[in-house]
């Protein structure tokens, strides 16, 4: 069967290309590299530089194939603020033209990759798919703008459609060509930050003074190897006529000082870091309820924290 993986030069998407061909799918890529980074792409994939705004474009990449992974999006929460306009377009309308393009060509089946941003401020943690959604930024609007399109594909068309909403990917995977490295201008999440940090350019964590038991936020990480088995097992599960939305996260959460003890103890060094003003945006507590991913899925995450801090840093020295 051969996929197609919107935005497979992207860290995510490109760790998705290699499995899949190490799995034995075919792939073809399409992506723009405004973001991502053509070099990550494994050899094997077919390569359609293009844009989802182009429908030439969409239509050439969808050729042969059966399934869409759908990674290729704007995905900076400050950006959105500031210039939403962009996040309705990339994300809403190139989805837009993505789906007319496999509707024309009797393409059934996609896993879009959501996101916890579309619950927002969450009201009670672990976040279960039932609870509201209200995002608080239009990153978040223009990808639960897409859920919501997906269900109403479904039940028009007989879309075969999962949304994955991440909560906090992190890792790194290590293919037959080398590791995948998370490699974002600017980098603003915080394991590569850590990692990143230097005596000069110590790590500013956001705030000291959340309701939690250190004072600093907690959130839940996924390896980004756990997350893709997830979407190859989207790929198999879904079902046509039917769109579903599942949480992706470990279960569990790190408070952003566990984090930063659990990268010195990898790194085998103190990790210089300060306290700064709280982050907009942000909330305390981030945790998903990944019941229904183990039931639909049949998927439980296999690599913990420690794991993932040391993909990040074996992947960054390379
Ligand atoms: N964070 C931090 N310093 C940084 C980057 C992130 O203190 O340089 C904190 C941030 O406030 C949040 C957590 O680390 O509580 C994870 O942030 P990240 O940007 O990685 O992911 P997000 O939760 O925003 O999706």
């Known amino acids: 069967m051969r996929i197609l993986v919107t935005g497979g030069a992207g860290y995510i998407g490109a760790t998705a290309v290699a499995i899949l061909l190490e799995k034995g799918f075919e792939v073809t890529v399409l992506d723009d590299c405004s973001t991502g980074h053509a070099e990550l792409v494994a050899p094997g994939a077919k390569f359609v530089k293009g844009s989802l705004l182009e429908k ?6 969808l050729e042969g194939c059966e399934a869409v992974m759908h990674f290729g999006a704007k995905s900076l929460v400050g950006e959105s603020v500031l210039k939403p306009e962009i996040y309705w377009n990339t994300n809403v309308n190139g989805t837009r033209i993505l789906l007319e393009a496999m509707r024309e060509l009797s393409i059934k089946k996609i896993v879009f990759s959501s996101t916890a941003a579309t619950y927002g401020e969450p ?3 672990p976040i279960t798919e039932e609870d509201e959604t209200k995002p608080t930024n239009p990153y978040g609007s223009s990808k639960l703008a897409v859920d919501y399109m997906l269900t109403s594909e479904s039940i028009a068309y007989g879309l075969a459609a999962i949304s994955l909403r991440y909560f906090n990917v992190a890792g790194a995977y290590k293919s ?3 590791w995948l490295t998370e490699n974002h201008n600017p980098e603003t999440h915080l394991i590569p930050n850590v990692l990143g940090a230097t005596t000069e350019n110590p790590l500013k964590v956001f705030g000291t003074d ?3 038991a250190d004072g600093t936020c ?4 996924v390896h980004v190897t756990d997350l ?4 190859i097992s989207a790929i198999e599960k879904a079902i046509p006529g039917k769109h579903s939305i599942i949480n992706l996260g470990s279960g569990g959460g790190y408070s952003v000082k566990e984090v930063i003890a659990a990268a010195a103890k990898a790194v085998g060094r103190e990790i210089p870091f300060m306290a700064t003003d709280r982050r907009p945006g942000d909330p305390a507590v981030l945790i998903a309820d990944i019941s229904k991913a183990e039931k639909v ?3 439980k995450p296999t690599r913990n924290l420690e794991v993932m801090v040391q993909d990040a840093f074996e992947s960054q020295k390379a």
């Open 123 to 125: 009201k009670r943690t």
């Open 176 to 178: 037959k060509s080398g």
């Open 210 to 212: 959340w309701q939690t």
């Open 56 to 61: 030439a474009d969409v239509v050439t990449a």
């Open 218 to 221: 907690i959130r839940d990480y």
């Open 297 to 299: 899925l049949n998927w």
């Open 228 to 231: 893709i088995e997830a979407h």
